[in-house]
């Protein structure tokens, strides 16, 4: 079985553009979530989806925003960058909330 | 709030020992999962090892085991016969689909 998938896996963008990363969850899996991690601050929880709803969001600005379409794909979006906004994004799936957790490769954001 | 505490930045193991990675956490509620996931230079976040709260028996997968000590809010991970593949950045978590890490603790193996 196909593990999580997240793309793109780089990307670089400059202050005050947008950007939107996608992640594939397991098959099956219906639960996702999104964490950020950078060398100050950590892992951070983002926000977590279950059937297209939002069930859980983390301490994050506005400008962090998600989704989760009907296949559970999720994809979230940042805009208005900020130079604070660089960091290594990764998405879970499990298949339903407080299942474990299996992880993506993550999306490495640098922001210019 | 829910925080997590691992206290060792770097431990170091030579091959085939044993090293145990410290762990504590806090939390008011009653029910939850305790995790320990292995980040290896890719980066790519490999679940370990997994304990439900409300089981006394400590989990055990192969060469992985935890000390889960629910009154003293401990849960320390030890690898046995440490393998050069061990080496990465272990991180315990606290949570169910909302994960709270700790800062991880970097594992160095020597040969």
């Known amino acids: 079985k196909a593990g999580v998938t997240q793309t793109p896996r780089y990307l670089i963008k400059t202050r005050g553009q947008q950007v939107t990363l996608s992640c594939s969850p397991i098959?099956?899996?219906?639960?996702v979530s999104w964490y950020q991690q950078t060398p100050g601050q950590g892992l951070q929880f983002l926000f977590e989806y279950f059937s297209e709803t939002q069930r859980n969001k983390g301490n994050f600005p506005g400008r962090f925003s998600g989704r989760q379409f009907s296949n559970s794909r999720s994809e979230m979006n940042v805009s208005t960058l900020e130079l604070g906004d660089s960091a290594l994004y990764l998405c879970?799936?499990?298949?339903?909330?407080?299942?474990?957790?299996?992880f993506g490769p993550g999306t490495r954001l640098t922001v210019l | 709030a829910q925080t997590v505490t691992q206290s060792q930045p770097e431990m170091s193991v030579q091959e085939a020992e044993t090293v145990t990675l410290s762990c504590t956490y806090d939390?008011?509620?009653?029910?939850?999962?305790l995790f320990w996931y292995k980040q290896p230079p890719s980066r790519q976040m490999i679940l370990v090892i997994r304990q439900e709260a409300y089981k006394q028996q400590n989990a055990t997968e192969n060469r992985f085991s935890v000390n889960f000590q629910k009154a003293a809010k401990s849960f320390s991970l030890k690898i046995s016969d440490s393998q050069l593949g061990d080496a990465a950045m272990y991180f315990c978590a606290w949570g169910g689909n909302k994960l709270v890490f700790g800062a991880g603790t970097i594992l160095r193996v020597k040969s």
């Open positions: 098959s099956g899996h219906r639960s």
């Open positions: 879970a799936s499990s298949l339903q909330p407080e299942n474990e957790q299996f």
């Open positions: 939390t008011s509620e009653s029910d939850y999962y």
